[in-house]
């Protein structure tokens, strides 16, 4: 049986010093659809490796220079070969010279003289275990970022807040480094659901997130709703005058949307409200400490009249507090 459309797209990467076996096994496998790429020693096929990215490596075990053992640990370190298959072939049928091929990192073995009916059926089941290993794990990573992602905004949920802030919390302590936290309210979001309905209110809340995803790009940076119109900005490695730059700057991103909104006591726009704080987590603290202080900064940015940020400082605790 012939592979599959799809499986006639797969590249085989035979590597062989024998120009012979190579062609021999070029024509077998073109018979069969697939596209072959030939090496001739360890390193060509490492080179070639990571520019053709093959689906398969057909490796011989025995060769000058660099062997197929001493190859196929080199493939095993590159980040492209995570789900690529290495078939040995080896002239060597012995316990030691199965497990040593085994241990390198190769996926299953042949023999020589090949058994042709063997060496493709090989092949296509490699190639197809693969492509299912791959599909597999694009779907799981496809199922945490749903659990981890809220379904209207599009960025963090509670959940992957609490689980990264933890994270952070963690390594910063170690490293004895700032940690910035930033909680956001959108001011007077029930008023603003009342005079225009839920769906508009949805849209409001996506075109806030929308503004802090575009804001806030650092990779180590995190934007979650935090609830209903709460939002959250995590921001490690962060001191004061950072988190002051960045509660200034989603201030006035949220008032250049210049989303109306009729009935708020603060102007004729959608505004909100931020709290932040900074510390560098010490040994006897807790990450609720800080968040705390975020939520009585945002309280006060309310008391005094909404539509601006007010920073909470963390004072050291004293040796005579514990």
Not at 77 to 98: A, R, W
Not at 122 to 129: E, G, M, T, Y
Not at 177 to 192: A, E, H, M, N
Not at 271 to 300: C, H, K, M, W
């Amino acid at each position: 049986m012939k592979a599959t459309a799809e499986e006639s797209q797969s590249l085989v990467l035979i590597v062989d010093d024998d120009p012979f076996i190579r062609l021999i096994l070029r024509n077998c496998l073109e018979r069969e659809g697939y596209q072959i790429a030939e090496a001739e020693n360890g390193i060509e096929a490492i080179n070639l490796f990571e520019q053709l990215h093959p689906h398969i490596v057909l490796l011989d075990a025995i060769m000058p220079d660099m062997d197929g053992f001493e190859c196929c640990t080199q493939l095993e370190l590159l980040d492209c070969n995570k789900h690529t298959p290495v078939l040995m072939i080896t002239g060597l049928n012995d316990q030691e010279t199965v497990d040593r091929a085994f241990a390198v990192g190769a996926i299953d073995f042949v023999t020589k003289p090949i058994h042709w009916p063997v060496l493709r059926q090989r092949v296509k089941r490699l190639i197809q275990q693969s492509q299912l290993q791959r599909e597999l794990e694009a779907k799981n990573l496809e199922l945490l970022r749903l659990v981890t992602i809220d379904g209207l905004t599009q960025v963090a949920n509670r959940r992957r807040f609490e689980e990264y802030f933890y994270q952070v919390w963690q390594r910063l302590k170690r490293e004895q480094r700032p940690l910035s936290l930033i909680l956001c309210d959108v001011d007077f979001f029930k008023l603003y659901n009342d005079t225009y309905g839920h769906r508009v209110g949805d849209r409001c809340l996506q075109k806030i997130a929308q503004a802090f995803q575009d804001i806030i790009k650092r990779p180590g940076d995190l934007v979650a709703r935090y609830g209903g119109e709460e939002f959250a900005v995590i921001l490690p490695n962060t001191d004061t005058k950072g988190a002051t730059h960045v509660a200034d700057i989603i201030c006035h991103a949220v008032r250049a949307l210049a989303i109306p909104h009729q009935n708020s006591q603060v102007g004729s726009y959608v505004t909100i409200s931020v709290g932040f704080t900074t510390e560098i987590p010490q040994p006897d603290s807790n990450l609720e400490e800080i968040i705390a202080a975020a939520d009585r900064a945002l309280y006060e940015a309310k008391a005094a009249g909404r539509d601006r940020f007010v920073q909470n400082i963390l004072l050291p605790k004293s040796k005579n507090s514990r």
